[in-house]
């Protein structure tokens, strides 16, 4: 699925994470204000297994967001990623809600219209899945990207907490 190209926001494509792919998320998961390179991330055995894990769970996968037009080794740089978690529950009628975490742009790319891209294609599988909902946190330091869901249609209807173990 690719979406429109414009000016500012060029022919991209979703797709699930592959293996290759995991130097190029850890990179976006690495740093928020700065291009950090894939080819410097260590992949440690513990990243290994977490992916691992992700990819063979029918209920939870990473999407990558793909610059085709900056075509690297593989097909594009991987320019967005996203966790989404599809959760079944009892509420809201017995319909799944997917929970959506680690959304990442890398920050070249930010302004760019493809945060709301790769949001947009998250809530439609969603959707496409049946779930009734989405939800996500985000720390309260991160105004920007409060407004940024908030423009997205994300109403702020719960405080969340946190347990570290």
Sequence with gaps: MSA??????PTVS?????RLDLPAVLALL?????????GSVT??????RAFAAIDIDPRNEVLVLVDDVDDQ???????GCLQATYIPGLGKGGAERA??????IRAD??????GRTLMEHA???ARARGCALVQLTSNKQRQDAHRFYAGLGFVRSHDGFKLAL
């Design 30 to 38: 690495a740093d928020k204000n700065t291009v950090v390179d894939p």
């Design 14 to 18: 979703f797709r699930p994470a592959t």
């Design 73 to 79: 080794d593989h097909g594009g740089t991987v320019v």
């Design 4 to 9: 429109a190209a414009s000016e500012s926001t």
């Design 123 to 125: 809530v439609a599988r």
């Design 43 to 48: 992949v440690t055995e513990a990243y290994e």
């Design 99 to 104: 929970l959506i975490e680690a959304v990442r």
């Design 109 to 114: 790319r930010r302004g760019s219209g493809l």
